[in-house]
């Protein structure tokens, strides 16, 4: 169960996994005539099926329905065809809506499934590199991974559109979101993953710190990757993308952006399935012929949630519940773009990251580990109360190598969190950007919510 039931977009989640996918115009040809599907190979069949994930869902919705109490699940498109049998999958897509049809934005969902698409392939690309023996268990996850934004546009939620102009200003989604909605998308993919019991990488793969599980990471950076090309490589993401996906696949960055143009190439195959042009296989290697595009977005502090959610902090009993509640009310009422919380480990010697948000499109966060006698002059946060505000000076000059890499060097605010006597960990709070600025609000903000969240020494 999800420990963010009381978060800002639970309800839609609660409502939106009633939505009834459609399909796309291209899978009603395909599997309107049960006849002509007998023709058609199970791996020819799932390819076409792969392309929509409305049809993708439906079909392992109703795959997983029918197995409901056995313990193996229907994890891969393809198996879901094979279990429910040609007449019930052709029933499944005769039942569904057609996005034409139902659809407000036809065209941006339509983007989005393409997006999805790409995603799933490469996903698939790394699979092969890596020998993974599930390779369609990794496409799913990666074809879902905007079930959010793809819900959003089928229900046709009115903010959508100044969600949109802000994904065309290529800003990264969960800040996107957080502007135009409240909440992230993400979260909001994540809550309905769970809701909807899907398979549990799908779940798995939308929440950050799940990035230090190596399949999990996989399907993250194939979603990146794609996103990333969708907006020409033009994002505030840099070639960051593309240097995890090299890491993955062994490859040098030039190797990988080459296997991506491969990649897209296939994807252009069926790029009439989107009713879209295709897309330029060189885009990959446009990330290193410019400065990437950088929109600044700071989220608008909310007094009303903070003052709400210090107030819960102070009354919630359970350790792990407050350290997630922490989390957002930085976030949410604080207005602080990333906070992590890493935990130190029993022997008082590591830092782990262990809870983050809006860090979601940068899974090299939840790959940090570093030693406490690496930290310099940063570990003396872990012996005192009092929380700090490290300036860009005091960053260049002491902030350990690998933390300043990791963040980019931005102004942040950093304190320990304490459960009576023992010191849980670190949390780390920052803009993202050199051009957002800290301010004495947030500091104090910041403060406040750490006093919430720790509980104090028991009186002797």
Not at 21 to 44: M, Q
Not at 61 to 86: C, F, K, P
Request: proline share 5%; aromatic share 4%.
């Amino acid at each position: 169960m999800s420990l963010d039931k009381d978060a800002p977009y639970m309800d839609e989640a609660a409502r939106l996994t009633a939505v009834e996918w459609p399909i796309l115009e291209a899978s009603d040809a395909v599997f309107a005539d049960p006849d002509a599907l007998v023709e058609r190979s199970l791996r020819e069949l799932a390819r076409y099926a792969e392309r929509d994930p409305g049809l993708s869902l439906r079909l392992i919705l109703r795959a997983n329905r029918s197995r409901r109490g056995l313990r193996q699940e229907v994890h891969a498109v393809g198996d879901a065809i094979a279990m429910l049998g040609l007449q019930n999958v052709h029933q499944e897509a005769t039942a569904a809506p057609r996005v034409e049809d139902v659809v407000t934005q036809p065209q941006a969902y339509r983007e989005m499934a393409a997006q999805s698409r790409l995603a799933a392939m490469i996903a698939t690309e790394i699979a092969g590199e890596r020998h993974d023996t599930e390779p369609g268990e990794l496409a799913l996850a990666a074809l879902l991974n905007q079930l959010g934004l793809l819900a959003l546009l089928v229900e046709g939620e009115p903010r959508l559109a100044r969600l949109m102009e802000i994904l065309e200003l290529n800003a990264l989604p969960d800040e996107a979101s957080y502007t135009a909605l409240g909440y992230a998308t993400d979260d909001l993919s994540r809550a309905m993953a769970e809701q909807m019991e899907l398979p549990e990488l799908v779940q798995g793969t939308l929440r950050a710190v799940n990035a230090a599980h190596h399949r999990a990471f996989e399907v993250m950076v194939a979603s990146a990757v794609a996103w990333q090309v969708f907006r020409g490589m033009d994002t505030a993401r840099g070639d960051r993308d593309l240097a995890l996906l090299a890491g993955l696949m062994g490859l040098t960055d030039k190797e990988a952006a080459d296997r991506i143009s491969a990649v897209i190439e296939r994807f252009n195959a069926d790029v009439a399935v989107y009713h879209r042009e295709p897309l330029d296989p060189q885009i990959p290697g446009r990330v290193w012929l410019r400065e990437p595009h950088r929109p600044r977005l700071a989220l608008m502090p909310r007094v009303d949630l903070l003052e709400e959610g210090i107030g819960a902090l102070e009354k919630e009993q359970n350790r792990e519940l407050r350290v997630r509640r922490m989390l957002r009310v930085m976030q949410f009422g604080v207005g602080l773009n990333r906070v992590v919380f890493a935990r130190l480990s029993r022997d008082g010697e590591t830092l782990r990251a262990e809870h983050l948000v809006g860090t979601l499109h940068e899974p090299e966060f939840s790959h940090f580990v570093i030693n406490r006698a690496a930290l310099g002059p940063l570990a003396q946060v872990l012996d005192k109360d009092t929380p700090q505000w490290w300036d860009r000076k005091r960053i260049h000059e002491q902030m350990p190598p690998a933390v300043r890499k990791l963040t980019g060097g931005v102004d942040c605010l950093v304190a320990r969190l304490c459960d009576g006597e023992r010191v849980l960990g670190l949390v780390y709070a920052d803009r993202r950007s050199r051009d957002l600025e800290l301010t004495p609000f947030a500091f104090e903000g910041f403060r406040r919510v750490l006093a919430a969240a720790s509980r104090p020494v028991e009186p002797r």
